[in-house]
């Protein structure tokens, strides 16, 4: 047999993708609760870790008020819903966090991820697979100053986690292939469906995404239309949410952040100029759902 031959398949045989037996989600809010909720859903021992003590306790109350949910809905047994809540740690103490994965779901600031993922360096193994949910930041630019940057990649859930199936695989520079194999395979095993992207400003999702958000708002900043009236003809037209219902599901805080990271990432074009008005919606702490009210009142 060819050497070289024999030597890849020696690999293989050495260096199977092995399955993901505990992950840990860093993050307690609505995304890393999600993430965390899917994953021990899909059978996966999973460790949600925040630091404030009140945000754990959200999480896990509304962890478990899904999963009566669903019950009810005759969509899990309740023997099922205990055998999710046994897959799931909730925790407060960085020391708990030892995993094969760790997702960071945290402040979308890159000080802060990095911060995070270098403490995390120092108390798992080497081999552990540093994940980033962030939504714009450059995974390249965030796996420079962190231990061992060849394990770090982007991981992007969508909001609800619970729900929406896309997750872009993110590749940054220094990303090993293998760690991007891997986690294609835990996002299988997650029954979501795995999209692979290089490191660019908004990936994919988020890229094709801005117009949406940017031209909608400034119709309404020009008197064209109001909120209602745009997110009803968008709806009518197919999409399966308007662009203002959208922004309030998702945040107007982080919508509008990730517009700014897009937008600088670009060159400042001005057909992706970020909105005042979505900037005074920030300001005035009208971020959508999460605090009851944005563009709409809930």
Same mark, same amino acid.
């Given at each position: ?69 669903? %019950?009810? +809905?005759?969509?899990? /047994?309740? *023997?099922?819903?205990? #055998?999710? !809540?046994?897959? $799931? ?79 872009? %695989?993110? +590749?940054?520079?220094? /990303?090993? *292939?293998?760690?991007? #194999?891997? !986690?294609?395979? $835990? ?112």
């Amino acid at each position: 047999m060819n050497s070289l031959l024999l030597l890849v398949i020696q690999n293989k045989q050495l260096h199977p993708l092995m399955k993901i037996q505990t992950i840990c989600v860093c993050g307690a809010g609505t995304m890393g609760s999600g993430i965390a909720q899917a994953a021990a859903q899909s059978g996966i021992y999973t460790i949600l870790f925040d630091l404030n003590e009140a945000v754990i306790q959200k999480a896990q109350s509304a962890i478990e008020k899904n999963l009566a949910s669903l %019950v009810e +809905k005759q969509k899990m /047994t309740a *023997e099922q819903k205990q #055998q999710v !809540l046994g897959n $799931l740690l909730f925790t407060t103490d960085l020391h708990q966090c030892l995993a094969d994965v760790i997702i960071e779901a945290i402040i979308e600031k890159p000080e802060a991820k990095i911060a995070l993922f270098n403490q995390l360096a120092e108390i798992n193994h080497s081999e552990v697979i540093f994940a980033s949910n962030t939504s714009s930041l450059s995974v390249s630019q965030l796996q420079q100053q962190i231990v061992q940057p060849q394990r770090v990649a982007g991981l992007h859930f969508f909001n609800p986690a619970t729900i929406m199936k896309l997750v872009e %695989v993110v +590749k940054g520079r220094q /990303t090993h *292939e293998r760690v991007i #194999q891997q !986690l294609v395979s $835990l996002v299988q095993q997650m029954n979501k469906v795995p999209v692979v992207c290089k490191d660019a400003p908004g990936f994919i999702v988020n890229r094709v995404a801005r117009p949406y958000y940017t031209e909608a708002l400034r119709l309404v900043e020009e008197g064209v239309a109001d909120y209602a009236t745009i997110d009803v003809l968008m709806e009518a037209s197919g999409f399966k949410m308007g662009p203002f219902k959208l922004m309030d599901l998702i945040g107007n805080d982080i919508n509008y952040a990730v517009s700014c990271s897009v937008y600088d990432q670009l060159g400042q074009p001005e057909r992706l100029k970020p909105s005042f008005l979505q900037k005074e919606k920030v300001e005035s702490g009208k971020l959508g759902r999460k605090t009851g009210e944005g563009y709409y009142k809930y």
